[in-house]
Nanobody, 122 residues
């Protein structure tokens, strides 16, 4: 199971850090990712990280503002979001896939969390 936390309301230009904790099963060699879904829009890729953390991938819209990292001892991944914009407002979902290869394709991910709301006011 995956559990997200850290969402909230922040003003434009501010920062938030999302966390996703893995529990209930082994996630060894799983790549993990964040997706987001704004009202009325499709769920879109945000960032992904390999099992070792050596490889990361970001959507162009967040590159340079968001940083994804992972701590396998704590079974947690983090999404540091800086210089937030109103268009970053969405529900953010954590996901994992049973392979070490990162992907930006939603259907490649097997396990999903329930999501955490991020709202950025202008």
């Amino acid at each position: 199971q995956l559990g997200e936390s850290g969402g909230g309301l922040v003003q434009a230009g501010g920062s938030l850090r999302l966390s996703c904790v893995r529990s209930g099963r082994t996630f060894s060699n799983h790549a993990m990712a964040w997706f987001r879904q704004a009202p009325g829009k499709e769920r879109e890729f945000v960032a992904a990280v390999s099992w070792t953390g050596a490889i990361t991938q970001y959507a162009d819209s967040v590159k340079g503002r968001f940083t994804l990292s992972r701590d396998n001892v704590k079974k947690t991944i983090y999404l540091q979001m800086d210089r937030l914009k109103p268009e970053d407002t969405a529900v953010y979902y954590c996901a994992s896939r049973p392979t070490d290869k990162v992907s930006n394709v939603r259907s490649d991910y097997t396990y999903w969390g329930q999501g955490t709301q991020v709202t950025v006011s202008s």
